[in-house]
Structures are given as structure tokens and as C-alpha cells.
């Protein structure tokens, strides 16, 4: 079956511009969250959806970002005023049922954000 | 949370088997032992996991110290599609965030012809 899918796969945009990144979950999987990664480093965790709901943002770096997962399956993260230190790859990854530790998380291919 | 340490990288011949060191001396008794890979221009994908015993899969073994400090991930015959950046990850079951994957800079792991 389909994986998770982000659109765009690459995004460049000027510092200061606004930016919206979109996951599509595996079907069925109610979990969701959102990882960074920079250059040379793992994934860093920023935000964990249970269906519609936002059950963890500790990981969102400042108020600039913002994610939404209006009716429990798409999730769209949204970064205003843009600054060159978001330049990452933005990777979303979802699952089944309530997350847990034996919850494998399927990862979508990454956005990858670069602000000039 | 308990920490990993993992080599930044290692190489391999293809068909030949490859152990994947990770310690992780601070675990607690109920971490589980997770590992993911992240294929070039890829998300990471799920590997394996375990939480005492040794565990096969299609992919992979993991081998898992007696006193849990350390563990290996070891792929059988590796092939130039395991050229990838594996990442050992340690799950804490009772933590209300075990949800969070926690990544180091896992080892890159590259497969020579």
C-alpha cells in the first residue's frame, strides 16, 4: 500500500516568507508527528499528533511554527517569517493506534526547506 | 533519558555479514532497544527492536548484551542498498513521551563492491 507522502519534496523560499509543508499519513493511522533533521545529525523531534489533536509540541523550536491536522489525517506544518537557520529536511512520519514503544513509525522522503 | 554511543562509521564488503556496535551503559531495566535506518534521500525506516533476548527479522539480528549495556545489530550479507545511516535508539516504556524517537548521529555504514 502507499507510504507517507510530503509535498513538496523541495521548497526554497526567501528569509522572511511564509511556508506550509504537507504530510499524507499511511491510511488508517491515527498517530502522526513531525521531525527535523540538519545536515550531518539525526532527527529531532518537534511535534506528535493523536488524531486531530496536538498531544506534544515540546519539540516546535519557537511560535514561528505551527502544525495543524485538521480532521485527523493530513497534517500541514506551517513556518512564518523564515529565517536561513530552518534550512533542514522536514520529515513526518505516522502509525498505528495509540503510540506506544512497540509503535514502528513509518517516515515519509522529507521536505527540504532551504531559506536564502 | 539514556544516552547511545555508535561508531560515526563503518565499512563492509557486499555478501559479508556486518555488526553494528551501540552502547548504552545508562539503560534502564525497561528501555526497549530500537534501530532505524535512513537509506540516502530517504526517511529512516524501522529496523528492529528488542528488550532482553536476541530477535531476528527478515532484515536483520539484534544481539543483545547480557547486562543490556550494549548491543549489535547484525546484518547477514550486506548488500550495496544497506549503504545507509542506522541509528540505535533506546524506548523507555514507562515515560508518558516513549512516542518520541530520539536519535543520535548513528553510524553510516558503507558497502563496498
Known amino acids: 500500500g502507499a507510504g507517507v507522502s510530503q509535498t513538496p519534496s523541495n521548497k526554497v523560499t526567501e528569509k522572511g516568507k511564509y511556508v506550509e509543508l504537507r504530510c499524507d499519513p499511511i491510511?488508517?493511522?491515527?498517530?502522526l508527528y513531525w521531525y527535523r533533521q540538519s545536515l550531518g545529525q539525526g532527527p529531532e523531534f518537534l511535534i506528535y499528533f493523536q488524531g486531530t489533536g496536538a498531544a506534544d509540541d515540546s519539540g516546535l523550536p519557537n511560535d514561528r511554527f505551527f502544525a495543524v491536522r485538521p480532521e485527523g489525517s493530513v497534517s500541514t506544518l506551517k513556518i512564518q517569517r523564515t529565517e536561513r537557520g530552518d534550512s533542514a529536511v522536514y520529515l513526518c512520519?505516522?502509525?498505528?493506534?495509540?503510540?506506544?514503544?512497540?509503535?514502528?513509525?513509518?517516515f515519509g522522503p522529507g521536505t527540504r526547506l532551504t531559506v536564502l | 533519558d539514556a544516552k547511545t554511543t555508535q561508531p560515526n562509521s563503518m565499512e563492509s564488503n557486499e555478501e559479508e555479514p556486518v555488526h553494528l556496535p551501540c552502547n548504552h551503559s545508562t539503560i534502564s531495566g525497561t528501555d526497549y532497544i530500537h534501530w532505524y535506518r535512513q537509506l540516502p534521500s530517504q526517511g529512516p525506516e524501522y529496523v528492529i527492536h528488542g528488550l532482553t533476548s536476541n530477535v531476528n527479522n527478515r532484515m536483520a539480528s539484534l544481539a543483545i548484551a547480557e547486562d543490556r549495556k550494549s548491543s549489535t545489530l547484525i546484518l547477514h550479507r550486506a548488500t550495496l542498498r544497506d549503504a545507509a545511516v542506522y541509528y540505535c535508539i533506546l524506548r523507555a516504556t514507562w515515560m508518558d513521551s516513549s512516542y518520541k524517537l530520539i536519535f543520535g548521529s548513528g553510524t553510516r555504514l558503507l558497502v563496498r563492491p
Open positions: 491510511s488508517g493511522h491515527t498517530a
Open positions: 512520519a505516522s502509525s498505528k493506534g495509540l503510540a506506544g514503544v512497540w509503535n514502528e513509525q513509518f
